[in-house]
């Protein structure tokens, strides 16, 4: 079946480096969203890429799309302690049901 | 204010014993979704439900039950079959349950743990 999986499992950067997490889909996808969870939290939705190569941004965050549409990653700029927590992608075929990744949890060290 | 609720926030259960998971939303939206989280691990798919009075199994169904009785609810039910409930249960519903790019919105999630 269908497997989505991420890397790193685990990132720990000093306050101000940059973090980038990657997205990789075993089937080409439709469209990928990204999710943040804070620690003890629930999963907030972030971005919904649906282009192939598309890139979007927030703030410092950047998001990106790959060509062939099996790939995903997010890109944070000058981390802050705010940035804490766990970045999951969840990948779509084209139906109603995701596939989501197995996470990176970021810990940002002041 | 519009959102997910579940409830409790915490749970205990004593082995073989059934435990039903409350989840309510106020959004209006036509699926729901069931997720369950073990530590350190992502969301896998165990129920959801695209309308009311239907559901279809996800990825770990075995030892789950769910109805859709109401639009606004979507309880779980986990049985004694589950061979390890213990974990953080989350419920989810998206706006529409045939469009692939709707945003999923997240309860606050319930904490199961089998003494």
């Known amino acids: 079946g269908q497997q989505v999986m991420q890397i790193p499992q685990y990132q720990h950067v000093q306050e101000g480096e940059d973090f980038t997490t990657y997205c990789n889909s075993s089937?080409?996808?439709?469209?990928i969203q990204w999710y943040k969870q804070r620690p003890g939290g629930h999963p907030v939705f972030l971005i919904q890429?649906?282009?192939?190569?598309e890139v979007k941004k927030q703030k410092r965050l950047t998001f990106q799309f790959g060509e062939a549409k099996k790939n995903s990653s997010l890109h944070i700029t000058a981390t802050q302690t705010t940035d804490v927590g766990t970045y999951f992608c969840?990948?779509?075929?084209?139906?109603?049901?995701?596939?989501f990744g197995t996470g990176t949890r970021l810990k940002v060290l002041a | 204010d519009g959102g997910i609720t579940q409830s409790p926030k915490y749970l205990f259960r004593k082995e073989g014993q059934n435990v039903t998971l409350s989840c309510e939303q106020n959004?209006?939206?036509?699926?729901m979704y069931w997720y369950r989280q073990d530590p350190g691990q992502g969301l896998r798919l165990i129920y959801y439900?695209?309308?009311?009075?239907?559901?279809q199994k996800g990825d770990i169904a075995e030892g789950y039950s769910v109805s859709r009785e109401k639009k606004e609810s979507f309880p779980l039910t986990v049985t004694s079959a589950q061979k390890n409930p213990t974990a953080f249960y989350l419920c989810?519903?998206?706006?529409?349950?045939?469009?692939?790019?709707?945003?999923?919105?997240f309860g606050p999630g319930t904490r199961l743990t089998v003494l």
């Open positions: 439900s695209q309308i009311v009075n239907d559901f």
């Open positions: 959004l209006n939206h036509d699926a």
């Open positions: 890429l649906v282009k192939s190569g």
């Open positions: 989810a519903s998206t706006l529409s349950g045939g469009a692939r790019t709707d945003t999923q919105y």
């Open positions: 089937t080409t996808l439709s469209n």
């Open positions: 969840a990948g779509s075929s084209g139906t109603y049901k995701y596939i």
